[in-house]
Protein backbone atom coordinates (compact mmCIF):
# COMPACT_ATOMS: atom_id res chain seq x y z
CA UNK A 1 0.00 0.00 0.00
CA UNK A 2 1.32 3.06 -1.15
CA UNK A 3 1.72 6.80 0.55
CA UNK A 4 -0.84 8.08 -2.12
CA UNK A 5 -3.50 5.63 -0.96
CA UNK A 6 -2.85 5.89 2.63
CA UNK A 7 -3.21 9.34 2.26
CA UNK A 8 -7.06 9.23 0.30
CA UNK A 9 -7.95 6.71 3.26
CA UNK A 10 -6.97 8.93 5.85
CA UNK A 11 -8.43 12.10 4.25
CA UNK A 12 -11.81 9.93 3.38
CA UNK A 13 -12.08 9.12 7.47
CA UNK A 14 -11.69 12.33 8.23
CA UNK A 15 -14.56 13.76 6.08
CA UNK A 16 -16.86 11.14 7.15
CA UNK A 17 -15.81 12.15 11.02
CA UNK A 18 -15.94 15.83 10.59
CA UNK A 19 -20.19 15.23 8.52
CA UNK A 20 -20.42 13.08 11.84
CA UNK A 21 -19.36 16.09 14.06
CA UNK A 22 -21.26 18.80 12.29
CA UNK A 23 -24.16 16.17 12.33
CA UNK A 24 -24.43 15.95 15.94
CA UNK A 25 -23.60 19.61 16.72
CA UNK A 26 -26.52 20.65 14.47
CA UNK A 27 -29.03 17.84 16.52
CA UNK A 28 -27.45 19.41 19.80
CA UNK A 29 -28.17 23.21 18.57
CA UNK A 30 -31.65 22.56 17.31
CA UNK A 31 -32.78 20.82 20.52
CA UNK A 32 -31.66 23.80 22.55
CA UNK A 33 -33.27 26.41 20.19
CA UNK A 34 -36.89 24.30 20.79
CA UNK A 35 -37.86 26.75 23.58
CA UNK A 36 -36.87 29.32 21.77
CA UNK A 37 -38.74 28.77 18.75
CA UNK A 38 -41.26 27.87 20.40
CA UNK A 39 -41.56 31.15 22.53
CA UNK A 40 -40.78 33.01 18.67
CA UNK A 41 -43.95 31.17 17.20
CA UNK A 42 -46.12 31.52 20.12
CA UNK A 43 -45.51 35.23 20.59
CA UNK A 44 -46.90 35.48 16.45
CA UNK A 45 -50.21 33.55 17.05
CA UNK A 46 -53.51 35.23 18.33
CA UNK A 47 -54.74 33.86 21.91
CA UNK A 48 -57.26 31.33 19.50
CA UNK A 49 -54.62 29.96 17.44
CA UNK A 50 -52.77 28.90 20.52
CA UNK A 51 -55.87 27.53 22.40
CA UNK A 52 -56.38 25.03 18.81
CA UNK A 53 -53.23 24.43 17.90
CA UNK A 54 -50.10 22.68 19.37
CA UNK A 55 -46.46 24.41 20.43
CA UNK A 56 -45.05 23.86 17.00
CA UNK A 57 -47.62 24.75 14.63
CA UNK A 58 -46.80 27.24 12.28
CA UNK A 59 -48.94 30.27 12.73
CA UNK A 60 -51.82 30.79 10.09
CA UNK A 61 -50.51 34.78 9.74
CA UNK A 62 -48.12 36.84 11.63
CA UNK A 63 -49.76 38.81 14.18
CA UNK A 64 -47.44 41.28 16.10
CA UNK A 65 -50.28 42.94 18.52
CA UNK A 66 -48.98 40.70 21.30
CA UNK A 67 -45.15 42.63 20.98
CA UNK A 68 -46.81 46.30 21.17
CA UNK A 69 -49.12 44.91 23.61
CA UNK A 70 -46.47 43.50 26.08
CA UNK A 71 -44.11 46.65 25.16
CA UNK A 72 -46.16 49.39 26.10
CA UNK A 73 -49.87 47.92 27.76
CA UNK A 74 -49.35 44.81 29.27
CA UNK A 75 -50.06 44.97 33.06
CA UNK A 76 -47.51 44.15 35.38
CA UNK A 77 -49.00 43.78 38.44
CA UNK A 78 -50.94 47.11 39.44
CA UNK A 79 -49.22 49.00 36.39
CA UNK A 80 -50.43 48.50 33.08
CA UNK A 81 -47.46 50.63 30.90
CA UNK A 82 -45.84 47.41 29.07
CA UNK A 83 -41.98 46.50 30.05
CA UNK A 84 -40.87 49.20 28.30
CA UNK A 85 -40.24 51.46 31.63
CA UNK A 86 -38.51 48.60 33.27
CA UNK A 87 -36.45 47.91 30.22
CA UNK A 88 -35.07 51.54 30.39
CA UNK A 89 -34.62 50.86 34.27
CA UNK A 90 -32.67 47.28 33.78
CA UNK A 91 -29.97 50.10 31.33
CA UNK A 92 -29.71 52.15 34.25
CA UNK A 93 -28.85 49.49 36.17
CA UNK A 94 -26.17 47.72 34.31
CA UNK A 95 -24.76 50.27 32.47
CA UNK A 96 -22.68 51.85 35.45
CA UNK A 97 -22.18 48.80 37.34
CA UNK A 98 -20.89 47.40 34.27
CA UNK A 99 -18.01 50.14 34.06
CA UNK A 100 -17.86 50.64 37.71
CA UNK A 101 -17.15 46.54 38.16
CA UNK A 102 -14.72 46.75 35.61
CA UNK A 103 -12.75 49.72 36.56
CA UNK A 104 -12.44 48.42 40.33
CA UNK A 105 -11.52 45.12 39.20
CA UNK A 106 -8.95 46.21 36.99
CA UNK A 107 -7.16 48.30 39.48
CA UNK A 108 -7.43 45.32 41.97
CA UNK A 109 -5.98 43.14 39.71
CA UNK A 110 -3.35 45.31 38.52
CA UNK A 111 -2.26 45.93 42.60
CA UNK A 112 -2.38 42.29 43.45
CA UNK A 113 -0.49 41.08 40.49
CA UNK A 114 2.01 43.79 39.21
CA UNK A 115 2.55 45.33 42.30
CA UNK A 116 2.84 43.05 45.22
CA UNK A 117 2.73 43.99 48.99
CA UNK A 118 2.97 41.97 52.08
CA UNK A 119 -0.19 40.11 52.65
CA UNK A 120 -1.20 40.38 49.00
CA UNK A 121 -2.23 37.11 48.21
CA UNK A 122 -3.90 36.63 51.13
CA UNK A 123 -5.97 39.21 49.97
CA UNK A 124 -6.36 38.00 47.04
CA UNK A 125 -7.45 34.71 48.51
CA UNK A 126 -10.20 36.65 51.07
CA UNK A 127 -11.75 38.34 47.70
CA UNK A 128 -11.48 35.43 46.33
CA UNK A 129 -14.20 33.94 49.10
CA UNK A 130 -16.37 36.77 47.58
CA UNK A 131 -16.76 34.44 43.95
CA UNK A 132 -18.47 31.96 45.83
CA UNK A 133 -20.76 33.29 48.07
CA UNK A 134 -24.42 32.90 47.50
CA UNK A 135 -26.59 35.63 46.71
CA UNK A 136 -29.15 34.52 49.74
CA UNK A 137 -26.63 35.08 52.43
CA UNK A 138 -25.91 38.71 51.17
CA UNK A 139 -29.65 39.92 51.76
CA UNK A 140 -30.21 41.04 54.97
CA UNK A 141 -26.39 42.48 55.48
CA UNK A 142 -26.89 44.54 52.23
CA UNK A 143 -30.54 45.45 53.21
CA UNK A 144 -29.50 46.79 56.26
CA UNK A 145 -26.53 48.81 54.08
CA UNK A 146 -28.45 49.88 51.88
CA UNK A 147 -31.03 51.65 54.29
CA UNK A 148 -27.68 53.07 56.56
CA UNK A 149 -26.74 54.56 53.04
CA UNK A 150 -30.03 55.90 52.79
CA UNK A 151 -30.32 54.66 48.66
CA UNK A 152 -32.87 51.38 49.50
CA UNK A 153 -35.07 50.81 46.57
CA UNK A 154 -33.50 52.84 44.52
CA UNK A 155 -31.82 52.44 41.39
CA UNK A 156 -28.47 53.87 42.75
CA UNK A 157 -29.04 51.24 45.43
CA UNK A 158 -29.45 48.29 42.95
CA UNK A 159 -25.91 49.71 40.87
CA UNK A 160 -24.23 49.58 44.68
CA UNK A 161 -25.19 46.10 45.10
CA UNK A 162 -23.99 44.39 41.79
CA UNK A 163 -20.68 46.54 42.13
CA UNK A 164 -19.94 44.87 45.51
CA UNK A 165 -21.22 41.34 44.85
CA UNK A 166 -19.68 41.81 41.11
CA UNK A 167 -15.78 42.98 41.86
CA UNK A 168 -14.43 39.95 43.18
CA UNK A 169 -15.17 38.19 39.79
CA UNK A 170 -13.48 40.81 37.67
CA UNK A 171 -10.66 41.09 40.32
CA UNK A 172 -10.56 37.81 39.19
CA UNK A 173 -10.78 37.95 36.00
CA UNK A 174 -7.84 40.91 35.55
CA UNK A 175 -5.61 39.39 37.89
CA UNK A 176 -5.09 36.20 35.82
CA UNK A 177 -4.92 37.87 33.10
CA UNK A 178 -2.30 40.23 34.69
CA UNK A 179 -0.29 37.74 35.69
CA UNK A 180 0.74 36.95 32.14
CA UNK A 181 2.54 40.31 31.67
CA UNK A 182 6.00 40.37 32.50
CA UNK A 183 7.21 41.98 36.11
CA UNK A 184 10.07 43.61 33.85
CA UNK A 185 8.07 45.51 32.07
CA UNK A 186 6.38 47.53 35.04
CA UNK A 187 9.73 47.70 36.51
CA UNK A 188 11.39 49.44 33.76
CA UNK A 189 8.48 52.14 33.52
CA UNK A 190 9.03 52.44 36.94
CA UNK A 191 12.90 52.95 36.19
CA UNK A 192 11.72 55.63 33.86
CA UNK A 193 10.04 57.41 36.30
CA UNK A 194 6.36 56.21 35.83
CA UNK A 195 4.20 56.41 38.57
CA UNK A 196 1.41 53.85 39.80
CA UNK A 197 -1.63 55.26 37.39
CA UNK A 198 0.83 56.23 34.33
CA UNK A 199 1.88 53.01 34.08
CA UNK A 200 -1.71 51.61 34.76
CA UNK A 201 -2.93 54.06 32.30
CA UNK A 202 0.02 53.77 29.53
CA UNK A 203 0.96 50.32 29.97
CA UNK A 204 -1.45 48.05 31.34
CA UNK A 205 -4.98 49.41 30.22
CA UNK A 206 -3.64 49.46 26.25
CA UNK A 207 -3.22 45.71 26.35
CA UNK A 208 -6.37 44.75 28.64
CA UNK A 209 -8.71 44.95 25.73
CA UNK A 210 -9.24 41.19 26.05
CA UNK A 211 -10.17 40.68 29.24
CA UNK A 212 -12.22 44.37 29.26
CA UNK A 213 -14.19 42.13 26.74
CA UNK A 214 -14.72 39.78 28.87
CA UNK A 215 -15.37 41.10 32.10
CA UNK A 216 -18.16 43.36 30.12
CA UNK A 217 -20.27 40.20 29.09
CA UNK A 218 -19.66 38.79 32.20
CA UNK A 219 -20.92 41.29 34.08
CA UNK A 220 -23.41 42.52 31.78
CA UNK A 221 -25.25 39.32 31.15
CA UNK A 222 -25.11 38.44 35.26
CA UNK A 223 -26.73 41.76 36.20
CA UNK A 224 -29.46 41.85 33.72
CA UNK A 225 -30.38 38.32 34.00
CA UNK A 226 -30.40 38.94 38.03
CA UNK A 227 -33.77 38.60 39.75
CA UNK A 228 -33.19 38.02 43.43
CA UNK A 229 -31.54 41.35 43.63
CA UNK A 230 -34.16 43.16 41.92
CA UNK A 231 -37.33 41.68 43.55
CA UNK A 232 -35.42 42.13 46.82
CA UNK A 233 -33.60 45.82 46.42
CA UNK A 234 -35.50 47.50 44.05
CA UNK A 235 -39.03 49.77 45.03
CA UNK A 236 -41.90 49.70 42.63
CA UNK A 237 -40.89 52.34 40.08
CA UNK A 238 -36.48 50.84 40.30
CA UNK A 239 -37.65 47.22 39.60
CA UNK A 240 -35.71 45.60 36.45
CA UNK A 241 -37.28 43.68 33.72
CA UNK A 242 -36.74 40.42 35.56
CA UNK A 243 -38.80 41.56 38.06
CA UNK A 244 -41.58 43.16 35.45
CA UNK A 245 -41.69 40.33 33.44
CA UNK A 246 -42.25 38.01 36.55
CA UNK A 247 -45.41 40.28 37.67
CA UNK A 248 -46.50 40.01 33.50
CA UNK A 249 -46.95 36.36 33.73
CA UNK A 250 -48.47 35.64 36.99
CA UNK A 251 -51.06 38.79 36.58
CA UNK A 252 -53.45 37.87 34.25
CA UNK A 253 -57.06 40.16 33.99
CA UNK A 254 -59.42 37.68 31.93
CA UNK A 255 -57.63 34.78 29.74
CA UNK A 256 -54.22 33.96 29.76
CA UNK A 257 -52.66 35.43 26.90
CA UNK A 258 -49.53 33.17 26.33
CA UNK A 259 -48.22 35.26 23.14
CA UNK A 260 -47.74 38.32 25.15
CA UNK A 261 -45.95 36.53 27.95
CA UNK A 262 -43.66 34.86 24.98
CA UNK A 263 -43.14 38.27 23.27
CA UNK A 264 -42.11 39.56 26.32
CA UNK A 265 -39.68 37.04 27.66
CA UNK A 266 -38.06 37.61 24.05
CA UNK A 267 -38.15 41.27 24.35
CA UNK A 268 -36.19 40.76 28.06
CA UNK A 269 -33.94 38.86 26.20
CA UNK A 270 -32.89 40.83 23.28
CA UNK A 271 -29.96 42.23 25.06
CA UNK A 272 -27.95 39.78 26.26
CA UNK A 273 -28.59 37.44 23.07
CA UNK A 274 -27.42 40.44 20.98
CA UNK A 275 -24.02 40.35 23.65
CA UNK A 276 -23.52 36.67 22.79
CA UNK A 277 -24.27 36.75 19.29
CA UNK A 278 -22.37 39.30 18.39
CA UNK A 279 -19.50 39.08 21.46
CA UNK A 280 -19.86 35.69 22.13
CA UNK A 281 -15.74 34.91 19.77
CA UNK A 282 -14.26 37.85 21.78
CA UNK A 283 -15.41 36.11 25.20
CA UNK A 284 -13.64 32.94 24.35
CA UNK A 285 -10.50 34.59 22.62
CA UNK A 286 -10.17 37.29 25.83
CA UNK A 287 -10.15 34.05 28.72
CA UNK A 288 -7.69 31.79 26.69
CA UNK A 289 -5.50 35.08 25.78
CA UNK A 290 -3.68 35.64 29.44
CA UNK A 291 -3.91 31.45 30.03
CA UNK A 292 -0.28 31.23 29.09
CA UNK A 293 2.28 33.41 31.15
CA UNK A 294 4.51 35.48 29.04
Known sequence: MNKSTVGRKTSGLDKVLRVALYTVLTIVAAFYLIPFIVMLITSLKDVEEIRTGTLLSLPASLHFDSWVKAWSSACTGSSCGGISPYFMNSFQIVIPAVLISTLLGAINGYVISLWKFRGSDLFFAL????????????????????????????????????????????????????????????????????????????????????????????????????????????????????????????????????????????????????????????????????????
Not at 137 to 146: D, K
Request: hydrophobic letters at 55%.
Open 127 to 294: LLLGCFVPFQVILLPMARTLGWLGIANTTSGLVFVHVVYGVAFTTLFFRNFYQSIPNELVKAARLDGAGFFTIFYRIILPVSTPIIVVTVIWQFTQIWNDFLFGVAFSGFDTQPVTVALNNLVNTSFGGKEYNVDMAAAIIAALPTLAVYVFAGKYFVRGLTAGAVKG
